[in-house]
Structure formats: structure tokens, C-alpha cells
């Protein structure tokens, strides 16, 4: 019985001793990527207000509300402006960019491959909600400026006739974010 013991008092000492030896080849590489996710939410939160600066600056929000888009999200359930939305969208790029190089110092090539799949999916998120809010703008000018003319002209189909430039146009933008997204229409 006492050799039982000792036997497994040796294996546990060895198991032991090979998690410590583990620990210790691993903890510079484990210290370096928690300093490099610190770093990179303090840059990805930077990021973020940045955006939102930028996009306060351009209106995005008073531009995407002359569109039916904001109405749009509102209906399906999302309550939070477009500008917020494209600012956690960049927050969130800066985020797996981050856990990108946290994942290469710590040699996990399945994870990092994983993240940069997503990663590289974002910013064509971010300019397909770019073409969508432009691309509605455009659309209502084009029906307004189709509806005067005409209207001038005393043509009494102007208001139909603005509205099939409206659906044209949309059309052709919802086009663009398909193509943008990565779907071969």
C-alpha cells in the first residue's frame, strides 16, 4: 500500500512539476498579450470616441435621418442611432484586432485565423451601412429633383414617375451592399 503512495506521490510530483515548467515557458508570452489587450482597448475606446467625433461633424445622424433607415432599425428592434452603431462597429474591429496579435504572441494560429475571418467581415459592414444611409439620400433627392422638373413641365406624372427613380435607385444601391457584403448577385 505505501508503495501505491508513493508511486502516485511521484506522479503527482512530476505532473506538478511539469505544469510549473509549463507555466513558467508560457508567462512572458501571457504578460505580453494581457499588456497588449490593455493597449488595444484603451485604443480601441479611443477609436471609437474619434468616430463618433467624425461623425458628428459630418451629421451622419441628421443625414441618415432624412432616410427611411433610422425608421427602418427602429421596426426590427434596434433603438440606437446609426452613428452609435458604426462607432461600436469600429470599437469592436479595434477589439479582434487586438485579440489578433494577443492570440499570435501566444502561438494559437486557430484562433487568430478564426478572428481575422470576422475581422475582415467589419469594415464591409461599416461602408455597406455608409452606401445604404448615401445611397437612400441620393435616392430621395433624385425622386424630389425628378418630381419638380416634371411638375414644372405641368407633366402629370411626375409624382410616379419620381417615385419608380426612387425604387430605381434603391434598387441599385441594394445592389452595391450586396456586392460589398460579398454576395454575387
Excluded: C
Amino acid at each position: 500500500m505505501e508503495n501505491v503512495f508513493s508511486q502516485l506521490k511521484g506522479m503527482l510530483g512530476s505532473a506538478t512539476s511539469q505544469a510549473y515548467d509549463k507555466i513558467i515557458d508560457i508567462l512572458p508570452e501571457a504578460v505580453v498579450a494581457i499588456i497588449i489587450i490593455g493597449i488595444g482597448l484603451m485604443v480601441s475606446a479611443a477609436l471609437y470616441f474619434l468616430a463618433m467625433r467624425i461623425m458628428a461633424f459630418f451629421a451622419l445622424d441628421k443625414l441618415a435621418g432624412k432616410t427611411p433607415l433610422q425608421r427602418m432599425l427602429h421596426n426590427v428592434g434596434i433603438h440606437k442611432n446609426i452613428s452609435h452603431i458604426l462607432g461600436l462597429l469600429v470599437f469592436w474591429l479595434g477589439v479582434l484586432i487586438t485579440l489578433i496579435f494577443a492570440a499570435d504572441v501566444l502561438n494559437l494560429e486557430q484562433v487568430s485565423g478564426a478572428l481575422a475571418i470576422v475581422t475582415r467581415f467589419i469594415p464591409q459592414i461599416i461602408a455597406a451601412l455608409l452606401i445604404v444611409i448615401f445611397g437612400m439620400l441620393l435616392a430621395k433627392f433624385l425622386q424630389v429633383f425628378v418630381e419638380q422638373t416634371l411638375g414644372r413641365a405641368r407633366m402629370s406624372f411626375s409624382v410616379i414617375a419620381g417615385k419608380i427613380v426612387y425604387i430605381g435607385v434603391l434598387l441599385l444601391v441594394l445592389h452595391l451592399v450586396f456586392v460589398q457584403l460579398g454576395f454575387d448577385i
